[in-house]
C-alpha cells in the first residue's frame, strides 16, 4: 500500500512532481529515484527535511549502497530543504539571482563533473504543507525555467498524510494548479477497496476526478481557441 503514488509530469519526463499518501510512500518513491541515479553512475542532490533525508539515508544503506562513502566522494548532496527555503525567500518572494546562486550553478559544477544530475526538490511539500500556495507557483516557475537553461531531472514531492480524505479533490485539483506546466497523470490500477484499502481507494479516486476534470476543462479551453486558417 505504502509504494502507490500519483503524479505529474512534463513531455520530457525530466520532471516529476508525486503526490504521496503518506511520509513512508514519499520515502519510497524518492529512496527508488536516487537508486536509478546511483546505479546510472549519477550526481544526486536531495534537498529534503531532516526526516525524510534520515529514511532516504537508512533505505539506501539497506539495499547495499555504502552511501557514507558515496558522500565522502561527492556524488550525493544532502541539503536541508526548510534551510535553503530561509535563504531563497526574501520577505517571501525568490529572487531568481539567488536561485541561481544557490541552486542553478552548484547544480550546473555537477553536471560539468558527472555529465547527468538528478535532483530532489522538497521544498514545495513544506510550502505546501505551510499553506504558501502562491510560492509554490513561484518555485514551479524557477525550476521549470531552470530545466530549459540545464540539463538535469527533478522529483518534486508532496506527503499528504495529514489531510482528511474530504479536502483530498481539492487540494489535488490545486497542485495539479500550482504545478501548470505538468500533465496529472490519471491512475489506472484502482481496484475494489478491501478492508485494509479504504483510505488508499479514496485517495486514488479523488485523484482520478480532479484528473478528469481538468482533462475536461482543458478540452473546452481548446475548443474555444480560434483554429489558424490556411491561405492558399
Request: aromatic share 10%.
Amino acid at each position: 500500500m505504502d509504494n502507490r503514488i500519483w503524479h505529474l509530469t512534463n513531455p520530457t519526463g525530466n520532471y516529476v512532481a508525486q503526490v504521496c499518501q503518506n511520509e513512508a510512500s514519499q520515502a519510497k518513491a524518492v529512496t527508488d529515484y536516487i537508486k536509478a541515479g546511483l546505479l546510472n553512475d549519477e550526481s544526486i542532490v536531495v534537498l529534503a527535511r531532516p526526516a525524510l533525508r534520515k529514511a532516504i539515508i537508512s533505505g539506501l544503506d539497506a539495499l547495499g549502497f555504502d552511501m557514507q562513502s558515496i558522500r565522502n566522494q561527492g556524488q550525493i548532496k544532502f541539503f536541508d530543504a526548510q534551510f535553503l527555503l530561509s535563504s531563497l525567500l526574501i520577505d517571501g518572494v525568490f529572487e531568481e539571482q539567488v536561485f541561481q546562486e544557490y541552486v542553478g550553478i552548484p547544480l550546473q559544477t555537477l553536471q560539468l563533473k558527472y555529465g547527468k544530475v538528478r535532483v530532489f526538490g522538497g521544498m514545495v511539500d513544506i510550502l505546501w504543507e505551510e499553506g504558501q500556495h502562491n510560492t509554490v507557483l513561484q518555485m514551479e516557475d524557477l525550476w521549470s525555467d531552470l530545466l530549459q537553461k540545464q540539463k538535469f531531472s527533478l522529483l518534486c514531492s508532496y506527503s499528504l498524510g495529514y489531510l482528511d480524505p474530504n479536502a483530498y479533490d481539492e487540494s489535488f485539483e490545486s497542485i495539479c494548479k500550482c504545478h501548470k506546466r505538468l500533465i496529472p497523470v490519471k491512475n489506472h490500477g484502482l481496484s475494489e477497496a478491501g478492508v485494509g484499502e479504504v483510505v488508499l481507494d479514496v485517495f486514488g479516486a479523488a485523484w482520478n476526478r480532479v484528473v478528469e476534470k481538468l482533462l475536461v476543462e482543458s478540452q473546452k479551453i481548446s475548443a474555444q481557441m480560434p483554429r489558424k486558417t490556411l491561405l492558399n
